[in-house]
C-alpha cells in the first residue's frame, strides 16, 4: 500500500479527522510524516478552503495517530463510497479507534457560539447510505448495529477530561444535512422538534462507515455558530472559520488530553 511505504509499518492506534478549527493538531505530532491527499492513488482532493489536504503520521500523547487535515464532504460532488473511503483505509491499515470531529450549527438554544459538544447520537434523514450497494465481507456484515455508533467508554473518557480541565462540555445528538447550504429556519425548528441539538455537513458518512468495520468512534462537534432563525444574522463560513480559530486551543487541549487516556 502507498501509505505504507511512506509512513513505515508501526501500528497505528487512532485515526483522526480533523475538521474546521482543528487541523492544525496534526502539525503539533512528533515525528510526522505527511503525505498530500492528491499524492495517494484513489484518494479523492480536499475542496473547502481552511482544509489543507493531507493526511499526517506521528505521535501524540504517547500514542502514533494518523491525521486526516480536511475530510472530504458529500455537498463537493462526492459520492458517499468516496466521502468514506479513508475511514477504510485507516481499518486496512488495521487503525480500530477513531476520532471525528467537525464544526457544527447549535440547534439547542441553550448552547452558544464556541462550545463544544460531545455527541451521544445521530439523525441521518438524507436518502443515501454510505453502506449502499454491494457489501465488502472483508469489512463488515451486510446489516449492522448502530446502536453505539459513539463509543460510551470513550464518551465517559471526554467527560472527565473536559471536567479535569475545567472546561464545559455540552452534549447532544448531530443531525446530519447534505449541503452546501445552510438549513433554513424552518428545518432548524423541524431538527429541534426530532430531538437534534446541532446540524451540520459531515461526520455521519464517517460514523456509519466505521460502525461497519466495528471501529470504535468517539465524535465531538464544535459550535462555531447559532443555526438558523435561532439569533438575527446572516449565517456565513467565514464565521465558522472564525470561531473555530477561537476555540483551536481549548479544543486541542481536550483532544491531547482524551489521547493521553485512550485505551489502545
Not at 36 to 53: A, E, L, M, N, R
Not at 117 to 128: G, Y
Not at 181 to 200: K, N, Q, Y
Request: negative net charge.
Amino acid at each position: 500500500m502507498y501509505i505504507t511505504s511512506r509512513i513505515g509499518s508501526e501500528p497505528i492506534q487512532i485515526g483522526m479527522v480533523l475538521g474546521s478549527g482543528l487541523g492544525d493538531l496534526a502539525d503539533e505530532l512528533g515525528d510526522s510524516i505527511t503525505i498530500s491527499y492528491k499524492d495517494i492513488p484513489h484518494f479523492p482532493v480536499s475542496t473547502v478552503f481552511g482544509h489543507k489536504g493531507r493526511l499526517v503520521a506521528g505521535t501524540l500523547e504517547g500514542k502514533r495517530v494518523l491525521c486526516m487535515q480536511g475530510r472530504f464532504h458529500y455537498y463537493e460532488g462526492y459520492g458517499f463510497d468516496q466521502v468514506v473511503f479513508p475511514i477504510q483505509v485507516m481499518h486496512a491499515l488495521g487503525i480500530k479507534e477513531l476520532l471525528v470531529t467537525n464544526a457544527a450549527g447549535g440547534v439547542n438554544t441553550a448552547f452558544k457560539s464556541g462550545d463544544l459538544m460531545l455527541i451521544t447520537d445521530h439523525i441521518r434523514l438524507v436518502a443515501d447510505n454510505p453502506m449502499r450497494g454491494p457489501n465488502i465481507e472483508e469489512l463488515g456484515e451486510r446489516f449492522f448495529d448502530m446502536s453505539n455508533a459513539y463509543d460510551k467508554a470513550l464518551n465517559e473518557i471526554a467527560r472527565t477530561k473536559a471536567r479535569e480541565l475545567g472546561m464545559a462540555l455540552q452534549e447532544g445528538v448531530y443531525m446530519f444535512f447534505a449541503g452546501p447550504s445552510f438549513e433554513t429556519p424552518a428545518e432548524i425548528r423541524a431538527a429541534r422538534i426530532l430531538g437534534a441539538d446541532a446540524v451540520g455537513m459531515s461526520t455521519v458518512p464517517e460514523a456509519i462507515a466505521a460502525s461497519h468495520m466495528h471501529m470504535r468512534v468517539l465524535g465531538i462537534s464544535c459550535i462555531t455558530n447559532m443555526a438558523a432563525g435561532i439569533l438575527a444574522q446572516k449565517l456565513t463560513h467565514t464565521e465558522v472559520m472564525e470561531t473555530g480559530e477561537r476555540v483551536k486551543e481549548s479544543f486541542t487541549a481536550l483532544v491531547r488530553a482524551i489521547t493521553r487516556e485512550w485505551p489502545v
